[in-house]
C-alpha cells in the first residue's frame, strides 16, 4: 500500500469515526487526506469500496488481537487475555475502533463470523473449567466486553483500573 492510499484510509477512518460514514462525503476524505478526489475513486473505486478497505483492515486487526488468545491452551488464561484484550488497546487506536462500533449502528453491519473463533475459544475454556453453561459465559463475557468497549470509546467515566480487577477477580484469573 503507498503512503497516499494509507493517508486516505486513515483519513476516512478519523472522519468516518468522527462524523459518521453517511455524513462523509469522499470529497471530505480527499481534502484531509491532502490527495485529489479522483485519486480515492482510482484507488477504492467509490466510498463503499473505501469502507471496506477499512473493514478489511478491521478484519486483520481482529485476528491479530484474538490470534494470542486463541492459541492459548490453559483455559484461564484464553479468559485472562480475552478480558485484558479490552483495556490493552492504546488511545490512538481509539478512532479505527470506535469506526467498529458505530458502523454497527450506522450501517448495521456485524460481522458475527470474526467473533467465532473468540467464541469457541471463551466457550471450551469454561467447558475445561466446568462451567455449567460455558457457550452462554462466553457470551455474557463478550456482551460484557462489548458494553465496556462502547462505553470507553465514547469517553464515558469508566475505571479501567477497577473494572479490570474485578472481571479478573470474578473470573478468578
Request: aromatic content about 10%; charged content about 30%; cysteine-free.
Amino acid at each position: 500500500m503507498t503512503e497516499k492510499q494509507e493517508n486516505i484510509l486513515e483519513a476516512a477512518l478519523r472522519l468516518f469515526a468522527s462524523e459518521g460514514y453517511n455524513a462523509t462525503s469522499t470529497k471530505k476524505v480527499a481534502i484531509e487526506a491532502g490527495v485529489s478526489e479522483g485519486l480515492i475513486f482510482r484507488h477504492f473505486g467509490n466510498k463503499e469500496g473505501l469502507l471496506q478497505a477499512i473493514l478489511n483492515l478491521g478484519k486483520e486487526r481482529f485476528h491479530k488481537v484474538y490470534a494470542n488468545i486463541v492459541l492459548q491452551s490453559d483455559p484461564k488464561e484464553v479468559i485472562k487475555k480475552a478480558i485484558l484484550m479490552l483495556f490493552e488497546v492504546p488511545e490512538e487506536e481509539y478512532a479505527f475502533w470506535k469506526l467498529q462500533f458505530k458502523l454497527k449502528w450506522e450501517l448495521e453491519l456485524v460481522d458475527h463470523e470474526k467473533m467465532a473463533p473468540l467464541l469457541l475459544s471463551l466457550s471450551n475454556a469454561f467447558k475445561e473449567l466446568g462451567y455449567s453453561n460455558p457457550e452462554m459465559e462466553a457470551k455474557l463475557l463478550l456482551h460484557i466486553h462489548d458494553g465496556l468497549a462502547t462505553a470507553i470509546l465514547m469517553g464515558r467515566n469508566v475505571d479501567k483500573e477497577k473494572m479490570k480487577d474485578f472481571l479478573l477477580e470474578k473470573y478468578n484469573v
